[in-house]
């Protein structure tokens, strides 16, 4: 059996919605991996005696709980005070933790106020946890046989004493089988349309398979149970990426996420140091503001309506593909790139603007060897449309430059 | 007294930390600017025993709980069983809430699987919450003095019942003295200079301040007690837009978002139906696609090297500034729009990259009366460099149009 984890989250910020509480979902997410069952998240204000109350019923009920906010200077962080109550373990100063403190205000070239003084007493029986980026120390306690981890609220400070501090020695605390997990990242594909893909595949009896939809890309993971054998997951993998076929942008076999279409083009394009032009419509500049920093991206126009790309193009033919294939031919070749990604619609803001109506976009890529093009067709908010956009030019070029992931 | 109430967040996708629970955050903001006091979120997955262990705990606390997810169809939704087990109040069927759930198969054009007959069975004693935008009905049910409200954990669908359905019931059944609020929408200060800036100005006693640092911009919130003096808080609010000055973007008193740079710029151009012509270096597009659909945006350019700025522009000067001048008015001129917006750097894409180094924005605006502009200095992250670099384009503009909110 899995050791029972909970996530505790401390602040006015949180329980009155001024902060969405992405602590809990991150902090999840890594013990759910490190092998963890993970059985509820609480949030509460600033009060001692629902602080208090909260880690008495935890203790109660875990063996594990992970604990953000309220290690701050001020008479709003109560959390060390509600731990000396709870557990009755009475606060004590701890010389090292107050010349941590202090560094770090040397560091930032402060003087320490008084106030962060309070930030060196722990609860009696407490192991301090260091915070190395900023100014508040962590600590872990056990009570009732449940080991409190107790961190800043801050994420990035969080996160990286999580990682330092926490990870290893929950590693050497508890006894966690991790759990095995594949991540498919694609795009053209909706849910539902995964599902009809894979449906055919028999999965393993214990595999947890769970979506996750972006804007623009959807990702499948797989989750395994610790036994699972390697060489059924890779069995199992390969068939999947066959039936995602073209649509299948990337796999990670690890924790960390699968690379998205930019960074997949981007290897791709950097490999053959090759520049790309780009004129963007319903985009709007979307896909330009995503290769920020990208060598490959030699420029990109913004076009919103069709005066203006009659004005400053000569274009042949008469259907719209027709139109944008000439058109990205001119783009490549007035720019001097490899290659020219140009995209066309109807230049009816309306079908923009308008969540029940879809509207057809037309993307053209022209190479050294000729123009190719893509159909797509998508509906939805402004948002989704205008990021589906984006994502069809830069999917049209990943086609061309090799599907392998 | 504030009547006291609670979020509870149900489903193994929150638990596991596949999604953020935004809907608690969502929930907790309508909540406390109704009257509520809000004092616990809670989440938890989908197991039967937990969920009416908690129901049962929420009844003893609270006076309020608005519940959202496990209205679904499937086997893992366990609401509906879970409250009728808590609460002593078996399943009934609803035959309504069946048509309701048959005729939004209709209007989709599909069959209705079996597996949805499930979600017209509501606890007795509950009364049903309708849900006009997807298949499940919420209910609401009073158990030991705590009325509760079951919505979808969709937020879209979630967000729509709970102001049709909830909202009005919750005004009609708690004696509610809702909060006053106002908010400062800034672009150019942070926190901290916010912060200086309004610190001279004498606040009432039972004022609570807040900040919601965004990319770009940053919202300085006033909470005032319902009791609290309209004209006080008119004098107080002047005093602090004072004090912002031309940082100062919008300003709402009501519950609404103050509108955002890009809204007050559409608003000024539309007034006189005037375009812009835009050329990004720094920001990579990230302006232009903000601006969609906005018929003022007549163009856009995004110009990754100097390299290509020097072989599409002659530049005249010698100084950065000199050269961000001459091209806003090239841009302006090739183009016919009324305002031609530029901004130039450095070129060193290793400035974007480190966060640890700061680097210098020089953003031009040419009008039909002349040049201006202005110097930023921006630290930080990519994403912070290329937004702070995107809104500051279009702050110049802001300034040129009239400062007014």
Not at 223 to 251: K, R, T
């Amino acid at each position: 059996m899995a050791p029972r984890c909970e996530i505790f989250s401390q602040g006015e910020e949180i329980v009155t919605g001024q902060t969405v509480d992405s602590n809990a979902a991150w902090l999840s997410q890594q013990l759910i991996a490190a092998g963890f069952e993970l059985t509820r998240h609480t949030a509460v204000g600033d009060h001692l005696e629902a602080l208090v109350g909260l880690l008495i019923e935890i203790s109660e009920r875990a063996d594990c709980c992970i604990c953000t906010g309220g290690l701050g200077p001020t008479g709003d962080d109560l959390t060390a005070e509600a731990v000396a109550e709870a557990f009755g373990a009475p606060l004590e100063f701890d010389a090292e933790a107050m010349d941590q403190v202090e560094s770090i205000f040397k560091l930032w070239n402060r003087p320490m106020p008084a106030v962060n003084r309070k930030q060196a007493y722990f609860p009696s029986g407490a192991v301090r946890i260091d915070n190395k980026w900023g100014t508040a120390p962590g600590f872990t306690v056990n009570h009732n046989g449940c080991q409190f981890y107790f961190l800043p609220g801050v994420p990035s400070e969080m996160k990286k004493m999580f990682q330092a501090g926490v990870f290893p020695q929950l590693q050497e605390s508890f006894s966690l089988s991790p759990l095995k997990k594949v991540t498919f990242r694609t795009f053209g594909l909706g849910e539902s349309a995964i599902q009809e893909r894979i449906e055919s595949i028999v999965f393993p009896e214990m595999v947890t398979v769970s979506f996750r939809a972006g804007l623009p890309e959807v990702e499948l993971k797989l989750w395994f149970p610790p036994e699972q054998d390697q060489q059924e997951i890779e069995v199992l993998s390969s068939a999947i990426a066959s039936a995602l076929g073209n649509q299948l942008i990337s796999v990670s076999d690890g924790f960390g996420p699968p690379k998205g279409i930019v960074e997949v083009v981007s290897e791709l394009l950097t490999e053959k140091s090759h520049k790309v032009a780009l004129l963007e419509t319903v985009s709007s500049g979307l896909l330009a503001s995503w290769c920020v920093t990208r060598p490959w991206l030699l420029e990109s126009r913004v076009i919103p309506s069709s005066e203006l790309l009659n004005r400053d193009f000569e274009l042949e033919g008469c259907s719209e593909t027709e139109r944008a294939l000439s058109l990205a031919k001119l783009v490549r070749q007035k720019s001097g790139a490899d290659y020219g990604l140009v995209q066309l619609w109807s230049f009816d803001p309306s079908l923009l603007k308008e969540k029940r109506r879809s509207m057809e976009l037309v993307t053209a890529l022209s190479t050294c060897d000729g123009e190719t093009h893509h159909i797509t067709k998508v509906g939805g908010s402004l948002d989704r449309k205008q990021n589906i956009a984006a994502a069809s030019l830069l999917n049209l070029l990943r086609f061309h430059l090799g599907t392998a992931y």
